[in-house]
T-cell receptor, first 114, second 118 residues
Framework: DTEVTQTPKHLVMGMTNKKSLKCEQHMGHRAMYWYKQKAKKPPELMFVYSYEKLSINESVPSRFSPECPNSSLLNLHLHALQPEDSALYLC?????????????FGSGTQLSVL | AQKVTQAQTEISVVEKEDVTLDCVYETRDTTYYLFWYKQPPSGELVFLIRRNSFDEQNEISGRYSWNFQKSTSSFNFTITASQVVDSAVYFCALSEAHGSGNTGKLIFGQGTTLQVKP
């Protein structure tokens, strides 16, 4: 199984809603990532978990709250988002958090904030 | 500072043409890694190749080939006999080596949108 599965594929939410994005992998990878991608732009790193601990937070606003319940799961909790947070949210995993590891990406959650 | 430049924003070719996607990078590190990823319309980024800074051998994989030249800080990607299924956004990326405080973070270029017409 070489897949990273993300749910939901599409999400529309209001600015007062609370929602969560989910990501799952069963490749035994110990590093998991959240990226944000706006249209026609490259992915931007948000968070990195290594061995279930948050190792990188790229100064992301607190309305985005990551969680890694176990080595296979990664969540992104959303609260009080702004319309400019509308984007494709990509989850990725790698064997370890080192620079030479290739990333396996999910197909993303397309988020629209109204 | 690290930087990746993909000067070609969009390229359009007709099927069976060869096409080269350019990538130029900047880094002060002596050890680093370069990657190419493909993002088809479905959204997920797909890993294509990884090259470390000590390995300047060119690589060929089927219709894909990569030319790494440290002297010009370039890591170009050529698709031979392009096909409609090659239509996608292609990202070049640079990563620091982990250790000595480096994060291993990927620095992406802006991407090149390739359209292959039948």
């Amino acid at each position: 199984d070489t897949e990273v599965t993300q749910t939901p594929k599409h999400l529309v939410m209001g600015m007062t809603n609370k929602k969560s994005l989910k990501c799952e992998q069963h490749m035994g990878h110990r590093a998991m990532y959240w990226y944000k991608q706006k249209a026609k732009k490259p992915p931007e790193l948000m968070f990195v978990y290594s061995y279930e601990k948050l190792s990188i937070n790229e100064s992301v606003p607190s309305r985005f709250s990551p969680e890694c319940p176990n080595s296979s799961l990664l969540n992104l909790h959303l609260h009080a988002l702004q319309p400019e947070d509308s984007a494709l949210y990509l989850c990725a995993s790698s064997l370890d958090r080192v620079g030479n590891e290739k990333l396996f990406f999910g197909s993303g959650t397309q988020l629209s904030v109204l | 500072a690290q930087k990746v430049t993909q000067a070609q924003t969009e390229i359009s070719v007709v099927e069976k043409e060869d096409v080269t996607l350019d990538c130029v990078y900047e880094t002060r590190d002596t050890t680093y890694y370069l990657f190419w990823y493909k993002q088809p319309p479905s959204g997920e980024l797909v890993f294509l190749i990884r090259r470390n800074s000590f390995d300047e051998q060119n690589e060929i994989s089927g219709r894909y080939s990569w030319n790494f030249q440290k002297s010009t800080s370039s890591f170009n990607f050529t698709i031979t006999a392009s096909q409609v299924v090659d239509s996608a956004v292609y990202f070049c990326a640079l990563s620091e080596a982990h250790g000595s405080g480096n994060t291993g973070k990927l620095i992406f270029g802006q991407g090149t949108t390739l359209q292959v017409k039948p």
